[in-house]
C-alpha cells in the first residue's frame, strides 16, 4: 500500500506561480510512476503531468507544456509539479497518483493508476 498526500494548493492570479508537492508514505520502496491529474468542477479527470522512477522520462498533457514541471526526490519520497504562468482554466483540484506501469503510453490513463492522494485545490484569478 502507498499513502499520497498532496500540498501547496492555493489562491493566485493569472500569471502567477505555485508549486505543488505529493509525499508519499508506505510501500515507497516499489518503482512507481507518478502522475499528476486534476479535475475541474463539472468535468472530467485530466491528465497533467507523469514521471518515471528514475526521474528520466517525463509526459506532459499539452494544455500544460512549456508551464508545468514535474520532478521528484525519491529521497525524500516526494514529487513535485511547479505550476507557472498560471491561467483560470488551470482551476482545478490536484490528484497525485501512483502506477507500477513503466510504459509511458499508460501514463495518461487514470485507470492505470492504483494509488491516489485526495486532492489539493488551485484556483486562479483572472
Known amino acids: 500500500q502507498v499513502q499520497l498526500v498532496e500540498s501547496g494548493g492555493g489562491l493566485v492570479q493569472a500569471g502567477g506561480s505555485l508549486r505543488l508537492s505529493c509525499a508519499a508514505s508506505?510501500?515507497?520502496?516499489?518503482?512507481?510512476?507518478m502522475g499528476w491529474f486534476r479535475q475541474a468542477s463539472g468535468k472530467e479527470r485530466e491528465f497533467v503531468a507523469a514521471?518515471?522512477?528514475?526521474?528520466?522520462?517525463?509526459n506532459y498533457a499539452n494544455s500544460v507544456k512549456g508551464r508545468f514541471t514535474i520532478s521528484r526526490d525519491n529521497a525524500k519520497n516526494t514529487v513535485y509539479l511547479q505550476m507557472n504562468s498560471l491561467k483560470p482554466e488551470d482551476t482545478a483540484v490536484y490528484y497525485c497518483?501512483?502506477?507500477?506501469?513503466?510504459?509511458?503510453?499508460?501514463?495518461?490513463?487514470?485507470?492505470?493508476?492504483?494509488?491516489w492522494g485526495p486532492g489539493t485545490q488551485v484556483t486562479v484569478s483572472s
Open positions: 497518483a501512483a502506477t507500477s506501469a513503466s510504459a509511458m503510453l499508460h501514463w495518461r490513463d487514470s485507470t492505470w493508476y492504483g494509488y
Open positions: 508506505g510501500r515507497t520502496s516499489s518503482n512507481y510512476a
Open positions: 514521471i518515471s522512477w528514475s526521474g528520466s522520462s517525463t
